[in-house]
């Protein structure tokens, strides 16, 4: 499979008839046991939460999509994430982007460290900064690129490289981009890391996790994770992130251009004081960003100037809704302080640069033309 380009692989892998009854979509597996062949044989499945046929199929897809070795789907990204860190034990140093999904932070600093893992947050993109913080005991650096809702870049090749040459792996969380738009283990990478909830599944109708390695023990590590910790995703779900992923090459082709189009209409909108989107030349990273991702995206994130100008603002928009989540084909609009970084407290949040009239955009698939009259006429009622 991997001799194929992008869009086939998305079409194919993983993806291959049925081999018992030929049957062009992978079936739904609903079944939590299996009958085995004798005692202590069976026909490669015994029990859902270790393996399942349509779940075996996604996890395929998703190791082609990223180029890694192995591929383990979760019932959520945050339940992703748990399976990354649990292995570490008490004692071990975890080093992660200063500025991540505020849910990774809660989980991070409301549930690992009481199990004595020492979690530290650092600026990823002043590499000599990472070197002092790297430490003996250091086993995991976590990027997540870009960041939200800033749309701080981190450079992935130059932090694989420092991470590396002090023996530690690096991960990134790629549900921003989707493995369409960056491929982090080309980049050096070890583990990539999904919500597929957002761009992968694209159609808001699931939550799901995956967790992508490049090495036998990674198999064995997510592997265990999935067993012992359960947080499996189901074969209903499985079936809905692989018709997904179907069209997620044109999908994305369609955000980026839009994203791209709705850009450069409010980055010239008087009412919008600063507008954060890598695809613009006034995106401090914007070179980097041409040359790690594949496109731009199309996420954004705009400061209206307070509180209430955002209240006005996702009260005025009809096509963009006013909800959490991204990545899905219809476009939304979400007021970040209270929502995906509501966790945090307001030094916090002003300590990373979240401000109250911050506004984060996931622009869908609609016509660009209809999403930009919209955002015109709600950011006349600012
Ligand atoms: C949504 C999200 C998560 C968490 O995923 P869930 O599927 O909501 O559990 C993690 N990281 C990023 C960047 C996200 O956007």
């Known amino acids: 499979m991997s001799e194929y380009k992008y869009a086939t692989l998305a079409v194919h892998a993983g993806q291959q008839p049925d081999p018992q009854t030929g049957a062009v979509n992978v079936p739904v597996y609903l079944t939590s046991t299996f009958e085995l062949t004798g005692v202590g044989t069976d026909k490669g499945w015994d029990y859902s939460r270790a ?8 996890e395929e897809a998703l190791t082609a999509l990223e180029g890694g070795t192995c591929g383990h789907a979760f019932s959520s990204g945050m339940a992703a994430i748990t399976a990354l860190v649990s292995p570490l ?3 071990d140093h975890l080093i992660c982007s200063q500025n991540v999904y505020g849910g990774t932070a809660r989980l991070l600093d409301r549930v690992i460290q009481h199990f004595g893992i020492e979690i530290e947050y650092v600026d990823l993109t002043d590499l000599d900064l990472l070197k002092k913080s790297i430490k003996a005991n250091t086993k995991l650096v976590h990027v997540e690129t ?4 800033l749309m701080q870049l981190t450079d992935i090749a130059a932090v694989a490289e420092v991470v590396h040459k002090a023996g530690v792996e690096v991960s990134v969380d790629n549900t921003f981009m989707s493995p369409a738009l960056q491929s982090p283990i080309a980049l050096g990478a070890d583990i990539v890391m999904h919500s597929t909830t957002k761009f992968l599944n694209g159609h808001s109708d699931g939550l799901g996790g995956a967790l992508i390695g490049t090495k036998p023990e990674h198999k064995d590590r997510f592997l265990l994770m999935q067993k012992a910790m359960g947080g499996i995703l189901s074969p209903f779900e499985c079936f809905l992130v692989l018709r997904g992923i179907k069209t997620l090459p044109l999908r994305m082709k369609q955000h980026e251009e839009n994203g791209r189009a709705v850009a450069a209409f409010l980055a010239k909108h ?9 695809g613009l030349e006034t995106h401090p990273q914007h070179e980097l960003a041409k040359r790690q991702q594949k496109g731009f995206g199309s996420m954004m994130t705009l400061e209206l100037g307070s509180r209430e100008a955002v209240d006005r603002f996702l009260k005025s928009v009809k096509i963009f809704l006013n909800a959490e989540s991204l990545g899905g084909v219809e476009s939304l609009a979400s007021h970040s302080a209270t929502s995906t970084h509501a966790a945090l407290t307001e030094e916090q949040r002003l300590k990373i640069g979240i401000t109250q009239g911050l506004v984060r955009l996931s622009v869908g698939i609609e016509d660009k033309d209809d999403l930009i009259a919209d ?3 709600a950011l006349d009622h600012v």
């Open 270 to 278: 008087a009412k919008v004081q600063k507008i954060f989107y890598p």
């Open 375 to 377: 955002l015109s006429q």
């Open 146 to 149: 870009p960041t939200n809702p």
């Open 51 to 58: 393996g399942n046929p349509t779940r075996a199929r996604l």
């Open 89 to 91: 034990h008490a004692g």
